[in-house]
């Protein structure tokens, strides 16, 4: 991996959240509906709404709109919250724990729970372990995510009682949430480190590492294993942005205060700078997370290089 490659995906993961920007932008100012109305209340006159448009500068074109809200970005200043009458920035960066928090446990969850059964499923291929796990990752990516959120409500909170069905304060709070964010996650490991594995198994190296008597467990840890996570890195930091736009639907269902629940709020209530901060720094996660893949796979194939 040379510096010129990096130099390369750097600057197409600029461009590529500019353009995030730009959307997102043109979409707020499209939907109907206009802060300054909903600010000051239906009963405001024309002259009020009038002179609050003004003061916000929503009387302006929206090129000159959105060259000067990215302007200031560039400097840090991503605005002020129309409602909570502080920086937008802080808004989101309060609550970016929260949603950091639920994706790492439902990614934690996915992980620990997929890759193990899809090796398992490869290592035993068309026994009953391998059609269960297959079994296992259509469910899992079968379930929609809010109806999977409240059935584990009605199961573990209301009928139960073992976990509390919202909120956020003890790590118990957390289980609930994560496991709904992570399951169709672990559908996607299953099948793609099954066919990875399957794949890798059927090569002459490993046949090769067998036929001079390692153990079994060696030739699939150290043979196998590093070369079939190729593919498996490709999703997992894939998905691991995904998970960040999927946790919106999850902290709604279960009042979790996240960056997601938060940038819903904004939009219902037409809070154009914590929206478009909230996007921008979930764009930038989710564009680093891409890039780090990148790097990663520099240290898992030489060929890459």
């Given amino acids: 991996m040379t510096l010129d490659y990096l ?4 600057l197409q993961s600029l461009l590529l959240i500019l353009l995030v920007t730009v959307v997102v ?6 939907t109907p509906g206009d802060p300054a109305t909903i600010i000051l209340g239906e009963q405001a006159t024309p002259e009020q709404i009038a002179d609050l448009r003004r003061s916000m500068g929503l009387d302006r074109p929206l090129l000159e709109q959105y060259l000067r809200f990215l302007s200031n970005a560039v400097q840090g200043n991503f605005g002020q919250s129309i409602r909570a009458q502080r920086a937008a920035l802080e808004v989101v960066i309060e609550r970016l724990p929260a949603t950091l928090q ?10 620990l729970v997929g890759m193990p059964i899809g ?9 009953l372990w391998d059609h269960g796990s297959m079994l296992i990752a259509l469910l899992a990516q079968s379930m929609p995510v809010f109806w999977l959120g409240l059935m584990l409500i009605v199961v573990f909170a209301v009928q139960l009682r073992w976990l509390p ?3 956020m304060g003890q790590p118990q709070h957390l289980i609930i949430p994560a496991v709904t964010l992570g399951t169709f996650l672990i559908g996607l490991i299953i099948r793609l480190t099954r066919s ?3 794949e890798v198994l059927s090569q002459e190296y490993v046949r090769t590492a067998r036929a001079k008597g390692l153990r079994e ?6 043979h196998a294993l590093k070369n079939a996570l190729i593919p498996v890195v490709t999703l997992l930091g894939l998905q691991l942005g995904l998970l960040l736009g999927g946790a919106v639907i999850t902290e709604t269902v279960f009042a979790w205060p996240g960056m997601g629940m938060a940038t819903v709020t904004a939009i219902h209530q037409r809070d154009y700078p914590v929206v478009q901060t909230a996007v921008l720094v979930s764009a930038v996660l989710v564009v680093g997370i891409n890039w780090s893949v990148d790097v990663v796979y520099h240290y898992l194939d030489p060929r890459i290089r």
């Fill in 25 to 30: 932008f043109l979409l707020l100012h499209i």
């Fill in 165 to 167: 069905a919202s909120g």
């Fill in 102 to 111: 639920l994706t790492a446990g439902a990614f934690a969850f996915a992980v």
């Fill in 7 to 10: 130099i390369r995906r750097s």
């Fill in 119 to 127: 090796i398992l499923s490869a290592v035993k291929r068309f026994s």
């Fill in 196 to 198: 990875s594995m399957l």
């Fill in 217 to 222: 467990r060696t030739v699939l840890v150290r």
